[in-house]
């Protein structure tokens, strides 16, 4: 059993929340977008030590988790954005500690 004296409910949430993020390369992504939306060629830029199919592979998760939204515009010339969904948005934070944390430690 679970400590914290969450609900059933609030529990599984929690677990899930976990899982759709803990997810290499899913946490790196999330982080790249708190700073705003990408282009997918931006994204392999600033993400190189993530193979493409896994950062695509990633962005499929993270979409389907509904944390990040996939946007068109046609164009032309045709754009393709990925940007963080008012969910993403407020894993934020969390984030941003987690990184600030990761620098700070030996």
Request: with cysteine.
């Amino acid at each position: 059993m679970m400590a914290f004296g969450r609900s059933e409910m609030e529990r599984q949430r929690y677990i899930e929340a976990l899982g759709a993020i803990g997810r290499h390369p899913n946490t790196a992504i999330l982080r790249a977008l708190v700073d705003g939306p990408r282009r997918f060629n931006e994204l392999i830029v600033e993400l190189s030590a993530i193979p493409e199919p896994a950062l695509s592979a990633g962005l499929r998760e993270l979409d389907t988790d509904k944390l990040v939204i996939r946007r068109v515009d046609p164009g032309p010339p045709l754009r393709v954005l990925y940007e963080l969904t008012p969910a993403g948005i407020e894993l934020g934070p969390a984030l941003r500690a987690l990184a600030e944390w990761c620098d700070s430690t030996p």
